[in-house]
């Protein structure tokens, strides 16, 4: 990528981050042109072009960002020192919304470049995907103490279960335009309530 991008101010740098995100995610990476970005960015195509060579080295700028974005915020928000899993749950939704009020179209962009077929670009998401997030999933299970949970429990479908539904929600809720996101988080409660009440331990 062209160093050049960095030496642009934050908002300008924002404005190109988040118009990338909102062509990619509406259409698929061959069909996304870096002419339509950068009009959504508010620059010339050339320009575009001076910042970053090609549309594939944006596309893996705008992944990687995704990734560091999320784990920035959720060690931020103290996601990965918890034992309680529903603790790290909570406070992982309260990071990931305040990521989709920085970058609105980051949710639909990522779920959009996990399943892209484009044979260019989906074995670099792919690689991208496992350095970034396995190794902070499994420490994260290793913190949490399995005696909270009902006897028996089949904990990696568990936790497969919830990350699915979890995603799952805030998928459906990006899709219907200008998030509320004091109904995503009363939503969310209601999630990890049905959860707890099927999962933790009676006391």
């Given amino acids: 990528m062209n160093e050049r991008f ?5 908002e300008k740098q924002h404005a190109i981050i988040n118009a990338g995100y909102r062509v990619f995610s509406q259409n698929s990476y061959k069909n996304s042109p870096m002419s339509e970005i950068a ?3 508010g620059i010339s195509k050339s320009l575009l072009f001076h910042y970053f060579h090609n549309k594939k080295e944006l596309y893996m700028f ?16 103290g996601c ?3 034992k309680d899993l529903f603790e790290s749950m909570e406070k992982g939704m ?7 009020r920085l ?6 962009f990522t779920i959009k470049a996990f399943y892209e077929k484009d044979t260019d670009i989906s074995a670099a998401v792919q690689e991208s995907y496992h350095r970034h997030f396995n190794l902070k999933a499994d420490q994260t299970r290793l913190n949490m103490d399995p005696e909270q949970f009902i006897p028996g429990l089949d904990i990696p479908m568990m936790y497969r279960n919830m990350y699915l539904a979890s995603e799952g929600y805030i998928w459906e809720m990006v899709q219907r335009g200008n998030v509320d996101m004091e109904e995503m988080e009363k939503g969310f409660s209601k999630l990890m309530n049905f959860w707890k009440s099927i999962y933790l331990r009676k006391e």
């Fill in 103 to 108: 970058y609105p179209d980051m949710a639909n």
């Fill in 39 to 41: 009009d959504a960015a």
């Fill in 6 to 10: 960095f030496s642009l101010s934050a």
């Fill in 94 to 100: 309260q990071a990931k919304m305040e990521i989709i």
């Fill in 62 to 77: 705008l992944w990687d960002k995704c990734a560091e974005t999320t784990i920035k915020y959720l060690t931020e928000y």
């Fill in 80 to 82: 990965y020192e918890q």
